[in-house]
């Protein structure tokens, strides 16, 4: 199936090209963005050889629902959506940092506990944590956001504010923000059936000097979801959790012998591995949206969404 993995785009009035992991970005003219989700997949800060069909439209398209739903609660860059892949924004200066926030012992945070590290991002963990299991209450642990967009790296509130990388003012903003996100997107999770076990905020300032969420949002590349159904009994058993997110994508990888080190090689990716890891997602955005995912038209991606990018961006003049 086809797969859009690169972008190499001309509009009208652009001014610079940004590509980050998984999302190729175009500033036009001074104040916007054009945000196109591609269909590649990164693990390990490693971008994966083989792009996943229609996993640039299902992340684009739970983002761009996600940010609707938490308007009220947290302003956003999101202007339009030209395209199933695309969306158009205000222009920011981005902050270095991730909001990472967790509500469960699970991914990065149970494997450095269960290495035997009891602080994580300078937040001090009580003994005898399970894995999967909650939190005693939600827990914001930052990652810093390199220029390349590959490497992010653990970072303590205390770093960030000591190196100046965001000012005290502005991080007790972030600090809100993330916390009532968290709150609302667990919400949203529940009522679909699913437990929102942790997930990470990108925060930028407007020219106006107001601070907005950007970029993807509770998404399954930048959350962790659990099945709400049979939660309690699998966490009992000590057993693995049925789980909606990236995670079986990482776990896969560690199976086969690959964490990003120096040396390891990315294992195969058959067809059918590929068509399994899109169904995956497919399953989640039904799960989050509640509706049947329409795939679109994808004989000529590149041709689709040049041309209803270009014609959106025209009638704005």
């Given at each position: 199936m086809n797969s859009i993995t690169s972008t190499d785009f001309n509009f009208e009035n652009q001014k610079h090209v940004y590509k980050g992991k998984v999302r190729d970005v175009y500033t036009i003219g001074e104040d916007l963005l054009v945000m196109i989700a591609t269909d590649r997949l990164s693990a390990f800060d490693v971008i994966l050889p083989k792009g996943i069909p229609y996993k640039g439209q299902i992340l684009n398209q739970i983002a761009c629902e996600s940010l609707k739903q938490t308007s009220s609660i947290v302003p956003n860059w999101l202007v339009d959506t030209p395209d199933p892949n695309v969306s158009v924004g205000l222009r920011c200066t981005p902050f270095k940092v991730e909001m990472v926030i967790r509500g469960y012992l699970a991914g990065h945070a149970a494997r450095e506990y269960k290495a035997g590290?009891?602080?994580?991002?300078?937040?001090?963990?009580?003994?005898?944590?399970?894995?999967?299991?909650?939190?005693?209450?939600?827990?914001?642990?930052?990652?810093?956001k390199a220029d390349n967009g590959t490497h992010d790296e653990d970072i303590s509130r205390e770093d960030i504010l000591k190196k100046g990388i965001v000012t005290e003012e502005d991080y007790t903003i972030l600090e809100k923000y993330t916390y009532a996100l968290f709150k609302k997107g667990s919400e949203i999770a529940r009522e679909k059936g699913l437990i929102l076990v942790d997930t990470k905020y990108e925060f930028g300032k407007t020219k106006n000097g107001e601070i907005v969420l950007i970029d993807e949002v509770h998404?399954?590349?930048?959350?962790?979801?659990?099945?709400?159904?049979?939660?309690?009994?699998?966490?009992?058993?000590?057993?693995?959790?049925k789980q909606l997110s990236k995670e079986f994508v990482r776990q896969w990888l560690i199976e086969n012998g690959f964490q990003g080190r120096e040396g390891e090689q990315i294992p195969e990716m058959t067809d059918v591995h590929v068509s399994s890891i899109s169904e995956r997602y497919i399953e989640l955005y039904e799960h989050l949206i509640g509706k049947k995912f329409i795939k679109a038209d994808i004989s000529n991606i590149q041709e689709r969404i040049y041309n209803n990018v270009s014609e959106y961006l025209h009638s704005l003049l």
């Open positions: 590290k009891r602080t994580l991002c300078g937040v001090t963990l009580p003994e005898g944590l399970k894995e999967n299991a909650p939190l005693p209450s939600p827990i914001i642990t930052p990652t810093t998404t399954p590349d930048s959350s962790r979801y659990f099945y709400l159904e049979g939660y309690e009994e699998r966490l009992k058993k000590g057993e693995p959790q």
